[in-house]
């Protein structure tokens, strides 16, 4: 992993802890701003939407800005307003200082409700990175746009703009198996804030190496992963099909190469628009998606295919963790899930090497403990 690569998984630490089952939406978004393709996260009120943004965008550093849209906003409590001097000398400029075009990253919460002014001009925003308004026309710096909403809009209008952000994810409640996860981390969350793990500079760093990016090896893979999609009744344009493949260079990237493989094909679950089409979409690659892996990006990977393969990197980490600590109270029932979680994905004629010693250690340290 590039040291680039690491502080990237430092920030997403950094912000997902605490916030149960949110690990993937803080990968997705990192996907997402190496990528420079925007996400869009539909899910029911108070599932910490906003929260996983919010952290995820302190731990990156850079300038935020987060606005709750209604149906009365107006475009200047997003772009700015109209620079009073200047009007009086004939020219239409905004002052856009603090403003929506000065953001490196940006979060709209209920981003449907936004009026018809604010969208038009959202859409240069997010398909230029330029803002335009009357004598204003400059470039934005933006990396990242998360919109957010309860559900997927019906009317087509509103859905041509969804169709903008490349990446959906859908969010909902935490299981009743993991309330108490839920109260304790939340408990802590409001007691600590968070540090700047990374830099726009890393995301740039590594933004530059995605068009370098070898796809000839997996083209094929993604070509026939189409068609098994649309024989599915799993409809993609062939916009969000080309945009894919800047998902998919940006993960090779971010696995520390510059050739992409069949590894690498898991973003393709997230650019199918609905939650059912996803589901679908996983069961109908499932061949196809049995080789993704990331040693980064580890629990977006084991949503997206929740395949045993997905799961190596995390039950690697989770090993190195429990055998680096003292042997405190709670080790030998986490570690005897652990041993049972790595023997319920693998038998031992297919105990992956990264686990094979792991696991004998682990089984010597409960039998010790």
Known sequence: MTQAAASLRDAIREAADGLINRDHLAELMILGAVAQEHLLVIGPPGTAKSAVVRRVAQSLGGRYFEYLLGRFTEPSELFGAVNLGKLRDGLVETDIGGMLPEADIAFLDEVFLGSTAILNTLLGVLNER???????????????????????????????????????????????????????????????????????????????????????????????????LRKAQIALS??????????????????????????????????????????????????????????LLQAVVETAVQQPLARIARLAETADRLLGTARGEGFRGEAEALLREIDANFGKASLPPELSARRAQLVVAVQSA
Not at 267 to 288: F, H, I, K, M, N
């Open 130 to 228: 330029r803002f335009r308004r009357g004598h204003t026309d400059i470039a934005c710096p933006l990396r990242l746009c998360v919109g957010a909403s309860n559900a997927l809009p019906d009317d087509d209008s509103l859905a041509a703009f969804a169709d903008r952000f490349l990446l959906h994810v859908f969010v909902d409640a935490v299981p009743d198996s993991r309330l108490e996860d839920l109260l304790a981390g939340g408990w802590a969350v409001g007691q600590c804030t968070v540090a700047a793990r990374a830099a726009m500079a890393t995301l740039d760093e590594l933004n530059a190496l995605v068009p370098k990016v070898d796809m000839s090896a997996v083209r094929a893979d993604l070509a026939q992963a189409i068609r098994q």
């Open 238 to 295: 062939d916009r969000r099909i080309v945009k894919a493949q800047q998902l998919i260079a940006a993960a090779a990237v971010l696995a520390g190469r510059n050739v992409a493989t069949r590894a690498d094909l898991w973003p393709l679950v997230y650019v199918v628009p609905s939650a059912a089409g996803q589901q679908s979409a996983r069961e109908t690659l499932r061949e196809l998606l049995a080789e993704a892996r990331h040693p």
